[in-house]
Nanobody, 126 residues
Framework: QVQLVESGGGLVQAGGSLRLSCVAS????????LAWFRQAPGEEREFVSAISWKNQNTLYADAVKGRFAISRDNDMNTVFLQMDSLEPEDTADYFC???????????????????WGQGTQVTVSS
């Protein structure tokens, strides 16, 4: 059973930064696409960013492009989300997800990710 554990959430003022981490409990994340999603109260879960196993290729939602940066460390089995210039609209629970299709393409649809973390809360005050 794959377990994903997020950390790094918290309360920050608008314009501030946070760095989220997600550690996977599998022998290696090499070959897998990992992604971050978020869900605000009363809203549906939405795609934030994904990172490929291939050449560290990345994908971002328009709302976070230029402000967030996803990265991965395969040796540490960890994926990161650096969030800068945070806005109150970024307030949500953030979830890490892993697509079990090894060597597959990056995808935005939540349904393509089988394994999810428990989430970490991010609150941005104005």
């Amino acid at each position: 059973q794959v377990q994903l554990v997020e950390s790094g959430g918290g309360l920050v003022q608008a314009g501030g930064s946070l760095r989220l981490s997600c550690v996977a409990s599998i022998p290696s994340i090499n070959g897998y696409v990992l992604a971050w999603f978020r869900q605000a109260p009363g809203e549906e879960r939405e795609f934030v960013s994904a990172i490929s196993w291939k050449n560290q290729n990345t994908l971002y939602a328009d709302a976070v492009k230029g402000r967030f940066a996803i990265s991965r460390d395969n040796d540490m089995n960890t994926v990161f989300l650096q969030m800068d210039s945070l806005e109150p609209e970024d307030t949500a629970d953030y979830f890490c997800a892993l697509n079990p299709e090894r060597w597959g393409p990056m995808k935005r649809a939540a349904g393509t990710y089988t394994f999810w973390g428990q989430g970490t809360q991010v609150t941005v005050s104005s």
